[in-house]
C-alpha cells in the first residue's frame, strides 16, 4: 500500500483522534482529568492533549481485567474462537491502515513508508499469525507406568501489563499484544507519553472485532506515573517490558518491592555491523549498512552502530558508506521520498546532536551529517571515522542516525571488541566464508546474528537480548507465547480396572 504526499497530508487533516484512555470497554478520561500533550515532530505543533491515568485509572484497569480473566469469556474461551475474533482484527487493521499509518506518523515523525508497512503489513500479520498459533499449540503427556497419566499444559498467565517505547508505537504493541491475546490474557497497554494515538484507535477495532471488554485496556500516560502504578500492582501477575536498560531495571525493583511479578525485558543495545577482509564491498552491503544504522532515524534497538571493519577495507568502506548517507533525503515524515523523518521529540533530538558534538569533542572525524534541518526535529545522518573503543560514541546507546566505523586487524580482533560491551542484542557479519561466518556467529554474545544481511528475523524467529539488552523473555515466534503462559501439571493416578 503507499500513499502519496498530497495524501498522506489529506488524510491527515481529516483525522479524529481518540485521546481518552480505553478501561473495562469504554473510552474515558483519567479520574483526575489530567492530561499531557502529544505532539507532532515534524513540525514542533501540539496535536492534542491525551488522558493521563493516574493509579486508580491502573486498579480500575486491573480490576475490569481480573474480573473478565476470572468469568473465562475469553481466557477459557475454545482457542478457536480466540482465532476467529484474532484474524477479524487483523482484517480491520489492513482496511485501517491507511488512517493508522498516517496517525502513527504525525505522532512519532517516522516516515508514512515505515508505517504503512510496519502496520498494513506487519502489524496485521502478528494478529493473523498468533491467532492462527491460537489453535494449534498443544501440551504434553509425560512418560509414565500404568499407574499414572501426567499431563503437562500450558494455561493463560493472568493479568498482564506491557509496557512500550516510542520508536516503534503499534509494531511494539503487536510483539506483545498478540500472543498474550492468543494465550488468553487480559492486558493492559502503556504506550510510551510520545506516541500513544495509535493504539488507542486500535483499542476500539479490537472492540469491533470481539475482543470482550476489560480484555484490552489502553492506559496513556507518564512512566512515572501510569507506568510505575503498573510495575508495582499487587494484582498484575506479569510485565512485559520494551524500553531503556535504566527503566527495565526500574521494573526488576518494583516487582520485588511489590507482588514479585515476572518481568520480561527488552532493552537497549549498541549493535556491531562487521565487515571481515575477504567480503566484497558490493552496493549491496553498503545498503545493509546505511540501513542497520539509518532505518527508522535510527531509533532503533537493534541499530548497528559500531560498525567494526577490517583495516585493510577500512578507508573503501569509509568513502562508501559516507556517500550513500549523504544521500539520505530527511524531511516530512507524510512525504514518501523521505528516508528519515523526525526525531522523536526535542529533546531526544538534543540528546542525539549532544553526542555528535561529543563525538567531535573526543577526536572522532565527522563525514558527512550532523546538521539539524527545518523546523521540526531532524537530525541528518552522521558518520564519524577514527572512533576508538573508549569513546561514549563508541559504546553508548545513542538512537539517533549517528554511526561509527572502527577499523580491527582481523576476525579475532573483530569478535573480541564486538563482544566488548554491556548490550548483546544483535550484530551482522559479512563474510564470504562460511566456517568464518558460523564460527562469528556461535562466538557473539547476542540474541540475533544476521549473516551477509541486515535482518532482524521476522514473525517466526525469536528476539531478544543477552546482558544488558534483555532477559530470557523472548518476543515473536512460539517463543513469545511462553511469556503469557502458566505450565500446570495434571497427575493423574490410574488404578486397575474394575
Ligand atoms: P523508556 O524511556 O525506557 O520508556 C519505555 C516505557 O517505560 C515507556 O512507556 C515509558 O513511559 C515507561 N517508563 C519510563 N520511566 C518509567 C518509570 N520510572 N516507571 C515505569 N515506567 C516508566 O524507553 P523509550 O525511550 O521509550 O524507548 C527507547 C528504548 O527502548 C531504547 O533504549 C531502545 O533500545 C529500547 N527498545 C528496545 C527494543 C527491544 O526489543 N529490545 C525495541 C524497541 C526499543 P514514558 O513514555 O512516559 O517515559
Ligand atoms: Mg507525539
Redesign the pocket.
Known amino acids: 500500500m503507499s500513499l502519496t504526499k498530497d495524501q498522506a497530508h489529506s488524510r491527515a487533516s481529516g483525522l479524529a483522534i481518540e485521546t481518552r484512555a480505553f478501561i473495562d470497554g469504554s473510552f474515558t478520561a483519567s479520574s483526575d482529568g489530567g492530561t499531557f500533550e502529544s505532539v507532532n515532530p515534524a513540525t514542533g505543533e501540539t496535536l492534542c492533549a491525551v488522558a493521563h491515568c493516574t493509579a486508580e485509572d491502573v486498579d480500575r484497569a486491573v480490576a475490569a481485567a481480573r474480573s473478565r480473566f476470572n468469568d473465562g469469556v475469553w481466557s477459557r474461551a475454545a482457542p478457536e474462537d480466540r482465532k476467529e475474533v484474532m484474524l477479524k482484527l487483523s482484517a480491520l487493521i489492513r482496511e485501517n491502515a491507511a488512517d493508522l499509518a498516517v496517525l502513527e506518523s504525525l505522532d512519532s515523525g517516522k516516515t508514512i513508508t515505515d508505517c504503512l508497512h510496519e502496520i498494513g503489513t506487519e502489524v496485521a500479520n502478528f494478529f493473523q499469525w498468533y491467532g492462527e498459533l491460537a489453535d494449534k499449540s498443544f501440551g504434553k503427556v509425560a512418560p509414565t507406568g500404568e499407574d499414572a497419566l501426567a499431563l503437562i499444559v500450558k494455561e493463560p498467565a493472568g493479568v498482564v501489563g506491557l509496557?512500550?517505547?516510542?520508536?516503534?508505537p503499534l509494531l511494539?504493541a503487536a510483539w506483545k499484544l498478540a500472543p498474550a491475546l492468543a494465550a488468553g490474557c487480559s492486558c493492559l497497554v502503556?504506550?510510551?507519553?510520545?506516541t500513544p494515538l495509535s493504539i488507542l484507535r486500535l483499542a476500539a477495532l479490537a472492540q469491533e472485532a470481539g475482543v470482550p471488554d476489560g480484555v484490552l485496556n489502553v492506559l496513556p500516560g507518564?512512566?512515572?506515573t501510569t507506568?510505575?502504578a503498573i510495575?508495582r500492582h499487587g494484582d498484575i501477575d506479569i510485565v512485559s517490558f520494551?524500553?531503556?536498560?535504566?527503566?527495565g531495571g526500574?521494573f526488576l525493583r518494583y516487582a520485588g518491592e511489590s507482588n514479585l511479578k515476572v518481568i520480561g525485558l527488552?532493552?537497549?543495545?549498541k549493535s556491531p555491523f562487521i565487515v571481515l577482509d575477504d567480503a566484497d564491498l558490493t552496493d549491496d552491503l553498503i545498503e545493509h549498512a546505511v540501513n542497520s544504522a539509518f532505518w527508522n532515524g535510527g531509533q532503533n534497538?537493534s541499530a548497528n552502530m559500531r560498525q567494526i571493519v577490517d583495516a585493510r577495507v577500512a578507508e573503501a568502506y569509509l568513502d562508501k558508506v559516507t556517500a550513500r548517507a549523504a544521500a539520505y533525503k530527511v524531511g516530512d515524515p507524510l512525504d514518501p521520498d523521505t528516508d528519515i523523518g523526525a526525531m522523536v521529540t526535542a529533546e531526544h533530538m538534543a540528546r542525539v546532536t549532544g553526542y555528535i558534538d561529543k563525538g567531535v569533542a573526543e577526536g572522532a572525524r565527522m563525514t558527512t551529517g550532523g546538521a539539524r534541518k527545518g523546523a521540526g526535529f531532524f537530525v541528518e545522518p552522521t558518520v564519524f571515522a577514527g572512533l576508538t573503543p573508549d569513546m561514549a560514541i563508541a559504546r553508548e546507546?545513542i538512537?539517533g542516525p549517528v554511526l561509527g566505523v572502527l577499523p580491527v586487524a582481523n576476525m579475532d580482533a573483530a569478535l573480541q571488541l564486538a563482544a566488548d560491551s554491556d548490550y548483546g542484542?544483535h550484530a551482522t557479519v559479512f563474510t564470504r566464508d562460511i566456517d568464518r561466518a558460523l564460527h562469528m556467529a556461535r562466538r557473539l554474545p547476542c540474541g540475533t546474528v544476521s549473516v551477509n544481511g541486515f535482518s532482524e528475523g521476522d514473525i517466526k524467529t525469536p528476539?531478544g537480548?543477552y546482558k544488558r539488552?534483555?532477559s530470557l523473555a523472548r518476543?515473536n515466534g512460539v517463543e513469545a507465547m511462553e511469556q503469557y503462559l502458566q505450565t500446570k501439571t495434571i497427575w493423574i493416578c490410574q488404578g486397575a480396572p474394575a
Open positions: 509496557v512500550l517505547p516510542w520508536n516503534f511494539m502503556k504506550p510510551a507519553e510520545q507518564m512512566g512515572e507506568g510505575q510495575g520494551t524500553g531503556s536498560t535504566e527503566v526500574y527488552e532493552m537497549g543495545g534497538c546507546e538512537f542484542l528476539f537480548g539488552s534483555g518476543d
